[in-house]
């Protein structure tokens, strides 16, 4: 229908402006839409769910792994797991090997969201600065409702992340010292104007890294740097530099590399 009047067509652009401007102010859902919510892994082993998420009523995803090993009341081993930029919540679940070694070790896995698929889990500045506080209180939350309602051993908690994923585990790790066991970082991207020492906080936390030489997207020499600065503040740190790999397919589509993240997790398990 084609407004004619001058009038009308006037008042519908200021009451379009106004809901805009409405939805800006209540917070964060100007920046949601229905593609942060999809899943991509239709493995019958993964478990998709969701949750209300209380200061915006909004139903979030996240997706679990249990083992076959595992038993109520028996603490057992959880792994919660950062997806990268872009990705869907249970987008970690379709790497190659990883359920698999979950099985084999008796490790739960759990993969959250963080709010959006861009959000950073806190680690960087976004658009709408409640983005990055909710992106990063999800985390805490899906964790929480993994320890309601399963046997997680507070003493093998772990958290990894890769890419954006690995911003948010330091994130994370450092804004709650002493809460994760270990952490693992593949191909991690911090923002480039922040310093290692903000790993003091978890200097007693032993760390994996893993980087490949021939990544476009997080240069090699930031994570040497930042593997520097865990030498220098004597923190318990594995670091495995990959000749010739590339961002993604080097963790992601390789078994092999999957295999030392979680053979690291199930060594640093043991009493």
Do not use: C
């Amino acid at each position: 229908m084609t407004l004619r009047n001058p009038w009308n067509t006037f008042m519908l652009s200021v009451a379009l402006a106004l809901t805009t401007l409405s939805g800006l102010a209540s917070g964060a859902h100007a920046q949601r839409d229905s593609t942060d919510d999809e899943s991509l892994i239709t493995d019958p082993r993964v478990q998709h769910r969701s949750y209300v998420f209380a200061p915006t009523g909004e139903t979030l995803p996240y997706a679990v792994f249990v083992p076959s090993s595992y038993r109520a009341g028996t603490p057992a081993p959880l792994l919660v797991s950062l997806h990268g930029l872009g990705r869907t919540y249970d987008w970690l679940m379709g790497y190659q090997g990883f359920l698999d070694y979950a099985e084999e070790y008796g490790f739960v896995v759990v993969t959250p969201l963080g709010y959006i698929r861009r959000g950073w889990y806190g680690s960087r500045p976004t658009e709408i600065a409640q983005i990055a506080e909710y992106s990063e209180q999800d985390v805490m939350n899906v964790i929480a409702l993994m320890q309601d309602e399963f046997s997680v051993d507070p003493a093998r908690l772990f958290l990894w992340g890769h890419s954006m994923g690995g911003a948010g585990t330091y994130q994370l790790a450092v804004n709650n010292p002493g809460m994760f066991a270990a952490l693992a970082v593949a191909a991690p991207a911090p923002r480039t104007d922040l310093s290692p020492n903000v790993l003091q906080a978890v200097r007693d936390t032993p760390i994996l890294v893993i980087q490949g030489t021939a990544d476009e997207l997080v240069p090699v020499e930031l994570t040497r740097s930042w593997v520097a600065g865990m030498r220098s503040l004597g923190m318990q740190h594995v670091y495995i530099e990959l000749e010739g790999a590339d961002h993604t397919d080097f963790i992601a589509s390789n078994r092999d590399n999957m295999r030392k993240v979680m053979s690291f997790f199930d060594i640093v398990s043991k009493p």
